[in-house]
């Protein structure tokens, strides 16, 4: 039987902002077709792996594959056939607030196709009616609301049929009803599109609806990675701390800390 190839690949991941280590040697990998969702409280390095699988910070020690390519050894040639293969619906949308809503979903289209303009208005408006957009084409981003800026930042990752989507905090600042509908809709893409999703979030109701698979960070850390399954009945006391919302207890050593400073300063 053969068995495919991951479609990323990461080893020994290390990643530092001077002296202070925010990944520590971090590995694992996602299969086509599955929704790896990386989960974590605030400073656990979610947002620093992110960058490191986007190819937007290069490892200080370890790699980043994504289609067997090393994001670190890479051409700008080999980058951009990546680039292209992936999408990304960044936090907060980042949609270009002087241009038209069909217009942010097609600048993909135009910046790396040939593509007339006829094929690119209809592509731009099939990936908004996916995204139960349709008709919304000619308003501004700041005529929508918040999810409706979710989604249509999603079309335009999705506008150039990725195999590979990255979605970063995709609940974040929704009600609880809109994250529902965002939720659904990421299951969708995977059994439409056959795409494969990797979700960074630290949205514990979504990370379980959505997720074949859960890679659990904490200070720069893999606890573990398995199921959502796995995950709930983990006898870890950190993921269970996480999981129930439970304060971990800082204990404050005055003079480690205050040597840390020193070396710091230094």
Do not use: C
Not at 227 to 249: F, G, H, K, T, Y
């Amino acid at each position: 039987m053969n068995i495919a190839a991951p479609l990323i690949e990461v080893e020994n991941l290390e990643a530092w902002y001077g002296r202070r280590r925010v990944l520590h040697g971090i590995d694992f990998s996602v299969q086509p077709g599955e929704i790896r969702v990386i989960m974590g409280g605030s400073g656990s390095g979610k947002s620093t792996l992110f960058r490191h699988l986007l190819g937007l910070q290069r490892p200080v020690s370890g790699s980043v594959k994504l289609f067997g390519i090393d994001l670190a050894n890479a051409s700008e040639r080999e980058l951009l056939g990546v680039r292209k293969r992936i999408g990304v619906s960044f936090q907060g949308g980042a949609l270009l607030t002087s241009l038209t809503v069909g217009e942010n979903v097609a600048l993909p289209l135009r910046e790396h196709t040939t593509l007339d303009e006829s094929t690119i208005r209809i592509m731009s408006r099939l990936k908004l009616e996916v995204v139960n957009l349709g008709g919304f084409q000619d308003l501004m981003p700041s005529q929508l609301s918040g999810g409706m800026v979710k989604r249509a930042a999603l079309a335009r990752a999705i506008v150039m049929d990725p195999r590979l989507l990255f979605f970063d905090e995709p609940s974040a600042g929704l009600d609880p009803v809109v994250s529902a509908e965002l939720d659904e809709l990421i299951l969708r893409l995977r059994d439409a599109l056959r795409m494969t999703i990797v979700v960074v979030t630290h949205e514990l109701e979504s990370a379980f609806k959505i997720a074949d698979t859960i890679t659990v960070l904490d200070q720069g850390e893999i606890l573990m990675t398995g199921s959502v399954a796995a995950v709930r009945a983990s006898d870890n006391q950190r993921i269970q701390d996480l999981l129930n919302r439970r304060p971990r207890e800082v204990l404050v050593d005055a003079d480690a800390y205050l040597k840390r400073l020193t070396e710091e300063e230094a």
